[in-house]
């Protein structure tokens, strides 16, 4: 009879060895579960590029790539620097990108860890009394962070995807940011061209007042209203070439290029206008579909809703602990335990904590509802404002500037009949001077009303965050 009890306790301990050893092998393989990618993630968001506005991105982790940019960078520049060029070096040269192309690495390496099952603890200890010594080990994993594993891997992994989701939107708007950078600053630099053509002209007609007043041939108020001419011209060339500049410097920044790239050279003049605008009826629709803010916002409400799940499914399990024990006695045989500690809700039955989740949720909700709403606003704005630039610029290529033109040449001819003087010809090319700025600065407005509009269509950056992993962790019960 004792045999068979001492086989039966052998059994029982054989048993019970077999399910810790169980135990331990799912917590590694789940633990194991969670890996980094191939890319990193940077997949998606250059498909995201590419399909948008079909350019290139490249990662700089190394030297290496650093090289490779440098090159890419290097030939774009060699020629005058075309809009989609100037798109082109901002992605792959920019390294505030670069930074936010860094937080695919930092948020992939959060989720990974937050996948894997921490470290088990293992305690030991010694006491003794009198000639008794006893040796305590002791081996703790916690439980509530294993059961909970599966919903964190989710969450985790939405979060992912918004970040993604984040990058994409930076890459897409510094390439809108730097394509209206690139046609302010062409602008800019037609402007100085032209003013500085102005200011010739009206040195030489205050230089001719001056000689006509030597010789009698003009009074001092004919004289000083060249005089002004001449001076407020100076003072717009002034101001051209300061806000030429100006422009310049942001495309640099845009660009992110220094020392001799910073020399690249423009085109003498602005794109001619489209034959054309862009007719898009169901512009609402489309900005709806395919915007990534829109989008973003749908992903965090469904991410919300699924941390009040995980906050509602341990609620009551919010630490809870496995502990393995063997302690050993100079005096007395080995003795093994076992242990499962939880917490009881007898003061905090996690009501507040639920309460929080759901306001958090309905939060994320109107939120979202918020983006639908402005992003249609918004897309309508960009719209009517494209249309609108379209049809100004038009407008005066069409008409006020053929009919100075027309104008100019009508004086001359008289000028040659010797109908008019020289001053009254100058008189009348001063408003032509007007004219010609203002079909710049139409022509300027327009490029920038399209590529605002195309930033309209695609989002702005401004993506509701996701909960990160400190957030998943309490949820889990995982910071006690």
């Known amino acids: 009879m004792t045999h068979d009890i001492h086989r039966s306790s052998t059994s029982w301990r054989a048993l019970r060895g077999l399910r810790v050893l169980a135990l331990l092998t799912g917590a590694v393989v789940l633990g194991g579960c969670a890996s980094f990618t191939p890319d990193g993630g940077f997949g998606a968001v250059e498909r995201t590029t590419q399909e948008r506005i079909g350019k290139d991105l490249h990662w700089a982790r190394g030297d290496a790539d650093l090289d490779t940019i440098a090159k890419r960078v290097a030939e774009l520049l060699a020629k005058p620097l075309t809009a989609d060029d100037a798109v082109q070096i901002a992605l792959l040269n920019n390294r505030g990108l670069q930074a936010d192309f ?11 860890q937050a996948g894997r099952l921490p470290n088990p603890g293992f305690s030991f200890g010694r006491s003794s009394r009198g000639d008794e010594r006893e040796i305590e080990r002791g081996l703790h994993f916690n439980l509530a962070r294993l059961v909970a594993m599966p919903l964190i891997g989710q969450m985790e992994t939405r979060r992912f995807e918004q970040v993604k989701g984040r990058v994409a939107m930076s890459v897409l708007s510094l390439a809108a940011d730097t394509r209206k950078a690139y046609f302010t600053a062409l602008a800019a630099e037609e402007t100085v061209r ?26 001092k108020l004919q004289r000083a209203r060249e005089q002004s001419f001449s001076a407020n011209a100076v003072l717009q060339f002034a101001r051209a070439q300061q806000a030429q500049r100006a422009t310049r410097e942001r495309l640099v920044r845009l660009l992110g290029v220094w020392g001799t790239q910073a020399q690249f050279a423009l085109p003498e003049r602005l794109p001619d206008l489209p034959p054309s605008p862009l007719e898009l009826p169901d512009v609402e629709q489309v900005a709806l579909a395919q915007r990534l803010d829109v989008q973003g916002a749908r992903q965090a ?38 242990e499962i500690g939880f917490e009881l809700p007898l003061f905090d039955w996690s009501g507040a904590r639920v309460a929080r989740a759901q306001a958090v949720y309905m939060q994320t909700l109107h939120r979202a509802a918020e983006t639908a709403i402005n992003a249609r606003s918004e897309v309508r704005e960009a719209y009517a404002g494209y249309r609108s630039a379209y ?8 008409e006020i500037v053929p009919l100075n033109q027309r104008i100019a040449e009508e ?9 008019i003087g020289v001053f009254e010809l100058l008189a009348d090319a001063r408003t032509q001077i007007a004219s010609v700025n203002a079909a710049i600065e139409a022509l300027r407005d327009f490029w920038v009303a399209q590529a605002d509009l195309d930033m309209a269509l695609i989002g702005k950056p401004k993506l509701t965050t996701a909960a990160g992993p400190a957030m998943a962790a309490e949820a889990a019960g995982a910071g006690h």
């Open 194 to 219: 032209y003013m500085r053509q102005v200011k010739q002209a009206a040195d030489a007609s205050a230089e001719l007042a001056r000689r006509m007043e030597q010789v009698g041939n003009f009074n």
């Open 102 to 112: 860094q937080e695919l690495g930092i948020t992939e390496a959060e989720v990974v």
């Open 301 to 338: 409400a469904e991410q919300t809703a699924a941390n009040l799940g995980l906050t509602k499914t341990t609620r009551f399990v919010n630490v809870l602990e496995l502990g393995l024990a063997r302690n050993s006695s100079n005096e007395a045989p080995t003795q093994r335990s076992w």
């Open 411 to 419: 004086n001359v001819l008289r000028y040659n009949g010797m109908l």
């Open 391 to 398: 049809d100004i610029a038009r407008h005066h290529r069409d």
